[in-house]
């Protein structure tokens, strides 16, 4: 092949009209695939600006409310910050009921993240634990904010002043039986965990048995059959709360239910890393906003947002702990307890 039938190696912008087959135009072609590439690019860029600009309003009127726990005169120190400083709070769901107007802390655990792993480990305590500690009344794990609770109030406490006192006693308490600071507490209402799977567009679990109960004195209809499936807000919850049917049978003990949790928590840990579940962030912190209280002041939940997103459930090590029942207690197995302080200590140390 002669020199002068080989194509040019590179070409000037004004030369590119030459280019393209035997002068047929075929220029015109890839020009206008470019030009809808930039449109298509110039779209989804105005799309995210909007989505972000979206999610910072609404996460910014959010987080007055899910702050209000917190003393607005403290200022963290950077060097204390959850960017560079492991934390470990205090998790609480509370089971309220309007039709008994009750109020149990039916879900109890202990997280502890590290910013330089980027990992972190949940302890679920079961509501029946027996805890026996040295200036305290031997209780039930539950049982403990409502009578702290209870105290507040005869101390002349209002209902809001008395149950952020109730919050401190609990970390401080637990912190006491782990041997660990604990920094924060966290609270959120059952409602609002379905409401964060719901704005997820649900969760697949396996459900490991037939649930099926029905008590109208609380509203309780739970009924689920056994299998893997995609589950709804309600759902999901009646699959963490189920004890057992009405008939007695498919028994279900707080270590089954310290599982589903765990198994749940992944799940959502996992639909919130996916794409599809960062698409949707706006529903989750909406949901979490009307249902969550953190006494965390509210620049550090933003930190705290920024150090960990992303988390999947692979960088969540679950430690439910176990137990035997003695009627009216569970009797935590002692080497469980001390493999999960270890594995808190150990979040708190890792570099």
Do not use: C
Not at 1 to 10: A, G, L, N
Not at 21 to 49: D, E, T
Not at 225 to 232: P, R
Not at 246 to 251: F, S, V
């Amino acid at each position: 092949m002669s020199k002068s039938s080989m194509p040019p190696r590179s070409t000037s912008r004004g030369s590119r009209k030459s280019d393209g087959p035997q002068g047929s135009g075929g220029n015109k072609k890839p020009k206008k695939r470019v030009y809808w590439m930039r449109r298509i690019m110039v779209v989804i860029l105005l799309v995210l600006i909007a989505i972000a600009g979206y999610l910072y309003w609404l996460y910014k009127d959010t987080l007055g409310s899910i702050t209000t726990d917190a003393d607005p005169s403290v200022e963290v120190p950077a060097s204390e910050s959850v960017k560079v400083k492991p934390v470990t709070f205090l998790l609480l769901g509370f089971d309220t009921r309007k039709e008994t107007g009750s109020l149990n802390t039916d879900v109890m655990m202990i997280a502890s993240f590290n910013p330089n792993t980027k990992k972190s480990t949940v302890v679920s305590i079961p509501r029946d634990s027996e805890i026996d500690l040295d200036g305290y009344r031997v209780r039930k794990a539950n049982g403990y904010y409502a009578a702290f609770l209870s105290s507040a109030k005869k101390d002349g406490l209002e209902q809001k002043d008395a149950e952020k006192k109730a919050k401190q006693g609990m970390r401080e308490m637990f912190g006491e039986f782990f041997d660990i600071p604990i920094d924060y507490t966290a609270t959120i209402n059952f409602e609002g965990f379905a409401d964060v799977v719901d704005a997820l567009g649900g969760i697949q679990v396996d459900v490991d048995m037939d649930m099926h109960y029905v008590d109208n004195a609380d509203g309780t209809n739970i009924d689920l059959s056994k299998g893997v499936q995609v589950l709804n807000g309600k759902q999901a919850l009646d699959f963490v709360r189920y004890r057992k049917s009405n008939d007695g049978k498919n028994m279900s003990s707080d270590f089954d239910r310290n599982k589903r949790e765990s198994q749940v928590l992944g799940e959502i840990a996992d639909k919130l890393k996916s794409f599809s579940g960062v698409t949707k962030i706006g529903g989750v912190i909406k949901a979490v906003g009307d249902n969550m209280r953190m006494d965390v002041p509210s620049a550090e939940v933003q930190n705290m947002l920024k150090t960990y997103f992303g988390m999947g459930r692979d960088d969540i090590e679950f430690i439910p702990l176990t137990g035997v029942w003695k009627s009216p207690y569970v009797h935590l197995d002692e080497a469980k307890l001390d493999e999960a302080k270890a594995a808190l200590k150990s979040k708190l140390a890792a570099e």
